[in-house]
Protein backbone atom coordinates (compact mmCIF):
# COMPACT_ATOMS: atom_id res chain seq x y z
CA UNK A 1 0.00 0.00 0.00
CA UNK A 2 1.43 3.48 -0.25
CA UNK A 3 2.52 5.31 2.38
CA UNK A 4 1.50 8.70 1.63
CA UNK A 5 -0.35 10.38 -1.93
CA UNK A 6 2.62 10.82 -4.61
CA UNK A 7 0.13 11.15 -7.65
CA UNK A 8 1.63 7.90 -9.07
CA UNK A 9 2.11 4.38 -8.88
CA UNK A 10 2.12 0.92 -10.10
CA UNK A 11 -0.26 -1.40 -9.61
CA UNK A 12 0.49 -5.34 -9.70
CA UNK A 13 -1.57 -7.92 -10.72
CA UNK A 14 -0.59 -11.69 -11.17
CA UNK A 15 -1.70 -13.98 -14.29
CA UNK A 16 -3.36 -16.91 -13.72
CA UNK A 17 -1.78 -19.70 -11.52
CA UNK A 18 0.87 -17.08 -9.96
CA UNK A 19 0.74 -14.53 -6.84
CA UNK A 20 2.05 -11.89 -5.69
CA UNK A 21 5.06 -13.50 -4.93
CA UNK A 22 6.10 -13.16 -8.63
CA UNK A 23 6.74 -9.60 -7.45
CA UNK A 24 9.18 -10.11 -5.03
CA UNK A 25 12.03 -8.83 -6.87
CA UNK A 26 10.32 -5.50 -8.51
CA UNK A 27 8.82 -4.42 -4.99
CA UNK A 28 11.79 -4.38 -3.36
CA UNK A 29 13.01 -1.53 -5.98
CA UNK A 30 9.83 0.42 -6.16
CA UNK A 31 10.05 0.18 -2.76
CA UNK A 32 13.59 1.63 -2.90
CA UNK A 33 12.74 4.21 -5.41
CA UNK A 34 9.80 5.48 -3.23
CA UNK A 35 7.34 4.58 -5.79
CA UNK A 36 4.20 3.46 -4.12
CA UNK A 37 2.14 0.53 -5.40
CA UNK A 38 0.22 -2.20 -4.52
CA UNK A 39 0.08 -5.67 -4.95
CA UNK A 40 -3.20 -7.62 -4.64
CA UNK A 41 -3.66 -11.39 -4.44
CA UNK A 42 -6.66 -12.39 -6.77
CA UNK A 43 -9.84 -13.70 -5.81
CA UNK A 44 -9.36 -17.45 -5.57
CA UNK A 45 -5.84 -17.65 -5.48
CA UNK A 46 -3.68 -18.54 -2.48
CA UNK A 47 -6.02 -21.34 -1.71
CA UNK A 48 -5.75 -24.47 -0.23
CA UNK A 49 -6.94 -26.18 -2.89
CA UNK A 50 -7.45 -25.02 -6.87
CA UNK A 51 -11.00 -26.36 -6.87
CA UNK A 52 -12.16 -22.97 -5.22
CA UNK A 53 -10.99 -21.41 -8.53
CA UNK A 54 -14.65 -22.58 -10.04
CA UNK A 55 -16.54 -20.52 -7.76
CA UNK A 56 -14.61 -17.24 -9.10
CA UNK A 57 -15.08 -15.36 -12.71
CA UNK A 58 -13.30 -13.04 -13.93
CA UNK A 59 -15.67 -10.12 -12.78
CA UNK A 60 -14.17 -11.22 -9.33
CA UNK A 61 -10.71 -10.32 -10.58
CA UNK A 62 -11.75 -7.37 -12.47
CA UNK A 63 -13.34 -6.11 -9.00
CA UNK A 64 -10.17 -6.84 -7.42
CA UNK A 65 -7.83 -4.49 -9.97
CA UNK A 66 -10.85 -1.82 -10.17
CA UNK A 67 -10.64 -2.13 -5.90
CA UNK A 68 -7.25 -2.11 -5.76
CA UNK A 69 -6.94 0.77 -8.31
CA UNK A 70 -9.03 2.95 -6.21
CA UNK A 71 -6.76 2.49 -3.28
CA UNK A 72 -4.04 3.27 -4.92
Do not use: C, Q
Not at 24 to 51: D, H, M, Q, W
Amino acid sequence: MPEKNAGRGVLLLHGFSASPDEFRGLKARLKESGIPYISKRLSGFGLSTPVSLKEVSYTDWLNDAEESFKKL
